[in-house]
């Protein structure tokens, strides 16, 4: 299911210096609903996969060491790109997830990381 109106949601991202790759994603499936992204970005099927993947991990785990935390983000960093997942808005079921990709070397993390924050806030629910 692609979601033609999240594509304007995430046109916000491609602002963040050092962008390459935004998706929407379904948590439960991996699926991209929507992406934005530049010439040289990752697939954004295998990294949508993948960052469902690692969200749906850490949940578990999180629900094994009975902490009662609810997850906010996962970054990984890599030798050059930072990636960003964060649950959107509040109570979305399915859940949504938001993958920005971005240049490392190109990148301020702690400001990238407050733009997603921002964003993921801002998805209407």
């Known amino acids: 299911m692609f979601l033609p109106e999240a594509g304007e949601f995430l046109t916000p991202a491609t602002a ?11 948590a439960s499936t ?9 010439e040289d970005a990752p697939d954004s099927l295998t990294a949508a996969a993948g960052a ?4 749906s991990v850490l949940t578990l785990l999180n629900g094994k060491l009975a902490t009662g935390e609810i997850l906010e983000d996962v970054m990984i960093t890599f030798s050059d790109n930072f990636f960003m997942v964060r649950p959107v808005g509040r109570d979305t079921e399915p859940r949504i997830l ?3 990709v971005t240049n490392r070397h190109r990148t301020n993390l702690a400001l990238a ?3 997603v924050r921002e964003l ?4 209407p629910a």
């Open 16 to 26: 963040i210096d050092g962008f390459r790759l935004g998706c929407l994603i379904d």
């Open 30 to 38: 991996g699926m991209v609903l929507a992406s934005v992204q530049h």
């Open 52 to 55: 469902a993947d690692i969200v």
């Open 98 to 100: 938001l993958l920005v």
């Open 113 to 115: 990381h407050r733009s």
């Open 120 to 123: 993921c806030a801002s998805y």
